[in-house]
């Protein structure tokens, strides 16, 4: 088994993807990584603006470089950093959510689009809306 191991490993490295036991194994090149892939608004009221900042990290070996985020529809908008994430580096994306003409169980996919060898790579953010009751602004 440890020389099976052993071989593995050394076809991997070849290649250029590094693993250590127990870990997820990474392809050389840029890799974006996020702290979590999922949101849950809970519930919400239609017409409410909610917020949720993905934060990620680049745990390749080069620079990530996005090139678009792209939402599910026109009520999630989002901003991305333009400039390359150093390896190592973490940054975010933010998205905003527009609740208004919504109703029920909302799931919304970002995609994010870069160099990294994990490309496209997405996230969701998950909501229920209520609907509006008389005296709610």
Known sequence: MKKTLLILSILL???GVFAQEGAEIIPSGPHIKFATSSYDFGDITQGDKVN????FVNDGNAPVIISNVQTTCGCTASSWPREPIAPGAS???????NSTGKIGH???VITITSNATNNPERVK??????PKTEGDS
């Not at 949720?52 to 934060?55: A, M, R, V």
């Open 91 to 97: 940054s975010k994306i933010e998205v905003t959510f």
């Open 106 to 108: 909302q799931n919304k």
């Open 13 to 15: 490295s070849s290649i």
């Open 125 to 130: 953010i998950v909501t229920n809306i209520l």
């Open 52 to 55: 949720y900042t993905f934060e």
